[in-house]
């Protein structure tokens, strides 16, 4: 267990439709990643967030945004789904911008399914 | 722009046979590098990382890697292969300076013959 919590496990929704991802960071973690796994993409990077700032942004949809809210936990939001966002949404946390001390702990991963 | 090369998505191995994982990075500096586990239906799990203290480094359940900047390589290995080992392995990179974003390479699934 990496300390990391991210809900629901799994999510089945509809074409068009909004869900939202919740992630809880290990305790004393400031940094929040979110990254997305597919097959035909692979992981990918998608956004950090550091002590409620935004840090880091890599391929994110302009359909989807994030935040981190003052307790560190952070939630993504994917609107307007489609077909292809079906995929592992993994969420990560670390301490934070520490150079090579950092390690990020992966959380088990949220399965969204669009039909 | 950093990235990682994981050759062969699929790598059998017998059980207590060698376990090799390839990884080459291509980075303008020295990065840090990463190896994670996935094992099915569960998150990824740091199995171990270079971050230029040592150039060979050991990880958890008998993993290790050597880090070779002439090669820019960061090989996975383990001397003998145990049935848990199968999972999708993961090799990440990582710039030493800059924001703290992991790039995967592809993962290679391993699979133990009993």
């Known amino acids: 267990d990496s300390g990391v919590t991210q809900t629901p496990k799994h999510l089945i929704t509809a074409t068009g439709q909004r869900v939202t991802l919740r992630c809880s960071p290990r305790s004393g973690d400031l940094s929040v990643y979110w990254y997305q796994q597919s097959l035909d993409q692979g992981l990918q990077f998608l956004i950090q967030?550091?002590?409620?700032?935004?840090?880091a942004k890599g391929n994110i949809l302009e359909r989807f945004s994030a935040q981190q809210f003052p307790d560190l936990h952070s939630e993504l939001n994917l609107s307007s789904l489609e077909l292809g966002d079906s995929a592992l949404y993994f969420c990560?946390?670390?301490?934070?911008?520490?150079?090579?001390?950092?390690?990020?702990?992966f959380g088990p991963g949220t399965r969204l399914t669009v039909l | 722009a950093q990235s990682v090369t994981q050759l062969g998505s699929h790598v059998s191995v017998s059980e207590g046979a060698l376990v090799l994982l390839r990884c080459n990075y291509s980075?303008?500096?020295?990065?840090?590098l990463f190896w994670y586990v996935q094992y099915p239906n569960q998150g990824l799990q740091l199995l171990l990382k270079?971050?230029?203290?040592?150039?060979l480094v050991k990880g958890i359940n008998g993993f290790e890697a050597e880090f070779k900047k002439s090669e820019t390589s960061f090989h996975l290995t383990k001397p003998s292969a145990h049935m848990s080992d199968a999972a999708e392995y993961f090799c990440a990179v990582r710039e030493p300076f800059g924001n703290e974003k992991l790039t995967f390479g592809t993962g290679t699934r391993l699979t133990i013959i009993p």
């Open positions: 990560a946390s670390s301490v934070g911008p520490q150079g090579a001390t950092d390690t990020q702990y």
């Open positions: 967030y550091y002590n409620g700032e935004e840090r």
């Open positions: 270079y971050t230029s203290a040592a150039t």
């Open positions: 980075s303008s500096v020295p990065p840090y």
